[in-house]
């Protein structure tokens, strides 16, 4: 059985993505934001009901990011880098957090209450499997269980790409997804219309999710989960690539990209802090790629750029 230690840090909402960036630094993998500001929003828009949430997540006047890391003998050196990058942050006051052992089982629940239905640019949205959504205007539903994952639609890193997806993707594509997660960005793209997905994560826990979710969209005709490390199990040219991943693993991604990326295409580069946008945005230049696009959402940059040639 295993235990996972669930970290909470509450912190004011400028600091929201500069704390799920030190997790995702130290392997978290993704976080849970339960932001009050977002709920009231959702129940103002008749999208949630109040009633869906406990009391102390109603009453709560900061935002928490929590995130889970196994326990384990590495575990105690990554509290003592945790306190430390909190430390430095650019905040009023440095951020405390408190930890809360929880078992496999538990955990995979736990934030439940807290994932509710999205909707995303102008024609998508994403709800939870076990959650009632009604789609206005005709939009595309994405319906998700999260599992071990992370990558549910609420994070701008992922709302980014999708939009940017929703834009691009005219029918018939050849698409693959780095770092695929739940498989939200791949099932995305076949719903939009792609013809082929190849979606690929180096975590086996995230494979299985994606490919839970892949079933539970009816697109697994269109969607292929691997097992694997970036693009190192793609072998066929695509139109479009999709990194949604963090700024350092797309610099050394970018090159890698031109092997299987069709002149013209396009490649989605997300989960770029903003103190790195500009890195990362050089390196693609570099590479061969032109800036079609750059998105902004509180801390995090997303680019669309297309392959010259």
């Known amino acids: 059985m295993t235990i996972w230690l669930e970290i909470s840090v509450q912190v004011p909402h400028e600091g929201i993505e500069m704390v799920s960036y030190i997790f995702d630094e130290l392997g978290a993998g993704g976080v849970v934001i339960e932001d009050p500001a977002l709920i009231s929003r959702g129940i103002e828009a008749?999208?949630?009901?109040?009633?869906?949430?406990?009391?102390?997540?109603?009453?709560?006047?900061?935002?928490?990011?929590?995130?889970?890391?196994?326990?384990?003998?590495?575990?105690e050196d990554k509290l003592v880098r945790l306190q430390e990058r909190l430390s430095g942050l650019p905040l009023e006051s440095i951020p405390s957090f408190e930890t809360n052992p929880v078992v496999e089982e538990d955990w995979a629940?736990?934030?439940?209450?807290?994932?509710?239905?999205?909707?995303?640019g102008s024609r998508l949205a994403v709800k939870p499997s076990w959650e009632e959504y009604t789609p206005r205007d005709n939009r595309i539903v994405l319906e998700l269980d999260p599992g071990m994952a992370f990558g549910c639609g609420n994070h701008p890193t992922t709302t980014m790409c999708m939009e940017f997806l929703e834009g691009i993707i005219k029918g018939g594509e050849l698409v693959a997804d780095v770092g695929t997660g739940t498989g939200i960005l791949a099932?995305?793209?076949?719903?939009?219309?792609?013809?082929?997905?190849?979606?690929?994560?180096?975590?086996?826990?995230?494979?299985?999710?994606?490919?839970?979710?892949?079933?539970?969209?009816?697109?697994?005709?269109?969607?292929?989960?691997?097992?694997?490390?970036?693009?190192?199990?793609?072998?066929?040219?695509?139109?479009?690539?999709?990194?949604?991943?963090?700024?350092?693993?797309i610099i050394v991604l970018a090159p890698d990209v031109l092997r299987i990326l069709k002149p013209g295409g396009y490649l989605i580069a997300s989960g770029i802090i903003r103190f790195r946008a500009e890195e990362v945005k050089e390196k693609l230049e570099q590479t061969g790629f032109r800036i079609v696009e750059k998105k902004e959402d509180g801390e995090w940059v997303s680019y669309l750029s297309v392959l010259e040639g």
Do not use: C
């Open 46 to 75: 008749d999208i949630w009901d109040h009633y869906e949430f406990p009391p102390e997540v109603l009453n709560r006047t900061l935002p928490i990011v929590k995130a889970y890391l196994p326990e384990g003998p590495e575990l």
């Open 109 to 120: 629940t736990a934030w439940m209450a807290y994932y509710k239905p999205v909707e995303i």
């Open 187 to 249: 099932i995305t793209s076949a719903k939009l219309g792609a013809d082929r997905v190849l979606a690929v994560d180096l975590d086996s826990v995230a494979v299985k999710v994606a490919k839970e979710n892949v079933q539970l969209n009816q697109v697994a005709d269109r969607v292929t989960v691997l097992e694997g490390n970036l693009l190192d199990r793609a072998t066929e040219t695509v139109d479009i690539v999709i990194a949604n991943i963090i700024a350092s693993v």
